[in-house]
């Protein structure tokens, strides 16, 4: 439950929301990786009290995930490496490791919001609009 409060009430810098989807998404993923921690400690124990190694836990913590997926269909890795890392970064910076970066790229943009800002900042006292090369002038000088 604390999964679906925070991403549902999670802003982005501009004040935009979680789409509903990927609400539920990230919420099915939070849950998936409390259990792969539950199930992960439950088998470590378990092979150290029968003396075994256990070095291989991940592998079989992986295989669970994947069976688990024909139940409920997340989105986390298959590969053990690549789960074994989501799973750490879950633990260090909590339920905000699973909001993908996609939302808030703008490398496509060819104004950043920070130089759009810095430009109205620059032309905001201004009685007429600037041409090109007053532009080009006042921006070369700063």
């Known amino acids: 439950m604390a999964a679906c409060v925070f ?9 935009r929301p979680l789409p509903e989807d ?12 409390n259990t792969i921690g539950k199930v992960y400690a439950k088998r ?11 070095g291989d836990v991940w592998s079989v913590v992986t295989g669970e995930s994947i069976r688990f997926r024909d139940r409920q ?7 053990e490496g690549a789960l074994r890392k989501k799973w750490k970064k879950y633990q260090r910076e909590g339920y905000k490791s ?21 430009l109205n900042n620059l032309f905001a006292d201004r009685q007429k609009k600037p041409t090109m090369a007053d532009i080009t002038g006042m921006y070369s000088g700063f």
């Open 44 to 54: 470590k124990e378990y092979r150290r009290e029968l003396y075994s190694e256990t």
């Open 73 to 79: 269909p997340h989105t986390l890795p298959d590969y």
């Open 98 to 118: 699973l909001i993908s970066g996609k939302f808030m790229n703008q490398n496509r943009r060819i104004v950043t919001i920070d130089m759009e800002l810095f």
């Open 7 to 15: 991403f549902s009430t999670y802003r982005f810098d501009n004040n």
């Open 22 to 33: 990927t609400i539920e998404e990230y919420t099915l993923n939070a849950s998936v990786l």
